[in-house]
């Protein structure tokens, strides 16, 4: 299932209060869908590292009550009161004996005397056995308490939200390029770092901090590994010396079309950056001379830019012109 549909899929199951469990490869960006639901909820989220817990530690510790009875006092992490999400993360990398105390927790909402708030639900998370990520098989009993959910990687998705957090262009201008390389791992092999939308995120923090030119290959090799670190300084190489986006769209009748389809993809994303309601005409204009695949890939990404594109006389035209492209 893409992100969206793991959204869409989580915002039924929350308020049914249905038990998730959400699997995926490392570094796709599991945890960050569920804290995005729950805030798109307003939900509050209580985040729980199973793996850090001791078979114990949902349960409490005893005390001695006035009337001589034992009673469980349980930990202050596990919720009271409210609505939210208890998102036990890296679930199937807790030892067994910790799985098996979150037996009754997860079906029957309680531990011993502690019971789980009304407006609460339990979501867990974790990597697939066949990932080479510490994992401990799940037993059947647990696994059965769950409603399972399989998460895909989505290159466009991706783009969408690394545009909305700010990454910088060049990596979503290589990502358009190479949306293989969004996310490769090979559990195989025994690499330290390796592409993933996780990874991916660190490299654009990295460029965005203006890194020394002689140390940022390393950088970018210790954040996405060596192979596609290789390629992505190539691919920097062309887009760091792009013709001028204002130039371009200046005389966009006039202005030069790159022939290296890399150096295409990455003055697209500079363009699409541009968009705008003074510069729609231009841009339109521009892809009108671009090969169809490059011409979609400007004007749909300067929609997303911004939206008011499609309002322009040049957009209705060129829709009309490339509507066997378009449908």
């Given at each position: 299932?893409?992100?969206?549909?793991?959204?869409?899929?989580?915002?039924?199951?929350?308020?049914?209060?249905?038990?998730?469990?959400?699997?995926?490869?490392?570094?796709?960006?599991?945890?960050q869908?569920?804290?995005q639901v729950a805030a798109e909820l307003e939900c509050e989220l209580t985040d729980l590292r199973a793996v850090l817990l001791d078979p114990v530690d949902l349960r409490g510790i005893p005390t001695v009550s006035p009337d001589g009875t034992a009673r469980w006092c349980p930990p202050a992490f596990l919720p009271v009161s409210g609505r939210g999400v208890l998102f036990l993360d890296e679930l199937n990398a807790a030892p067994p004996l910790v799985q098996a105390a979150c037996?009754?927790?997860?079906?029957?909402?309680?531990?011993?005397?502690?019971?789980?708030?009304e407006g609460w639900t339990v979501i867990a998370a974790g990597?697939?056995?066949?990932?080479?990520?510490?994992?401990?098989?799940?037993?059947?009993a647990l696994s059965n308490r769950f409603v399972h959910l399989d998460f895909d990687v989505d290159v466009d998705q991706w783009l969408d939200w690394a545009a909305g957090?700010?990454?910088?262009?060049?990596?979503?201008?290589?990502?358009?390029?190479?949306?293989?390389?969004?996310?490769?791992?090979?559990?195989?092999?025994?690499?330290k770092a390796f592409?993933?939308?996780?990874?991916?995120?660190?490299?654009?923090?990295?460029?965005?901090?203006?890194?020394?030119?002689?140390?940022?290959?390393?950088?970018?090799?210790?954040?996405?590994?060596?192979?596609?670190?290789?390629?992505?300084?190539?691919?920097?190489?062309?887009?760091?010396?792009?013709?001028?986006?204002?130039a371009v769209i200046e005389r966009p009748d006039l202005a030069e079309i790159p022939e290296e389809p890399a150096t295409l993809y990455a003055l697209c994303g500079a363009?699409?950056?541009?968009?705008?309601?003074?510069?729609?005409?231009?841009?339109?204009?521009?892809?009108?001379?671009?090969?169809?695949?490059?011409?979609?890939?400007?004007?749909?990404?300067?929609?997303?830019?911004?939206?008011?594109?499609?309002?322009?006389p040049a957009f209705s035209h060129w829709a009309t012109a490339n509507s066997d492209v378009l449908f």
């Amino acid at each position: 299932m893409t992100p969206s549909q793991i959204k869409a899929s989580l915002r039924t199951l929350i308020p049914i209060r249905q038990p998730v469990f959400i699997w995926g490869p490392p570094g796709v960006g599991k945890s960050q869908v569920v804290a995005q639901v729950a805030a798109e909820l307003e939900c509050e989220l209580t985040d729980l590292r199973a793996v850090l817990l001791d078979p114990v530690d949902l349960r409490g510790i005893p005390t001695v009550s006035p009337d001589g009875t034992a009673r469980w006092c349980p930990p202050a992490f596990l919720p009271v009161s409210g609505r939210g999400v208890l998102f036990l993360d890296e679930l199937n990398a807790a030892p067994p004996l910790v799985q098996a105390a979150c037996y009754q927790f997860i079906l029957d909402r309680r531990v011993g005397e502690y019971e789980l708030p009304e407006g609460w639900t339990v979501i867990a998370a974790g990597n697939r056995e066949g990932d080479r990520a510490v994992t401990h098989r799940m037993p059947s009993a647990l696994s059965n308490r769950f409603v399972h959910l399989d998460f895909d990687v989505d290159v466009d998705q991706w783009l969408d939200w690394a545009a909305g957090q700010g990454l910088v262009e060049e990596v979503r201008a290589f990502v358009r390029y190479r949306p293989n390389l969004l996310h490769s791992f090979d559990p195989r092999r025994d690499d330290k770092a390796f592409p993933s939308p996780r990874s991916w995120e660190f490299a654009a923090r990295v460029l965005a901090a203006g890194p020394d030119p002689e140390v940022e290959a390393d950088l970018l090799r210790g954040a996405v590994g060596p192979g596609a670190a290789a390629e992505f300084v190539g691919f920097s190489r062309i887009y760091r010396q792009l013709p001028d986006p204002d130039a371009v769209i200046e005389r966009p009748d006039l202005a030069e079309i790159p022939e290296e389809p890399a150096t295409l993809y990455a003055l697209c994303g500079a363009l699409a950056r541009k968009a705008g309601a003074d510069t729609a005409e231009s841009i339109i204009a521009y892809a009108s001379r671009l090969p169809a695949e490059f011409a979609v890939l400007l004007v749909r990404d300067s929609v997303r830019t911004a939206p008011c594109v499609v309002e322009c006389p040049a957009f209705s035209h060129w829709a009309t012109a490339n509507s066997d492209v378009l449908f």
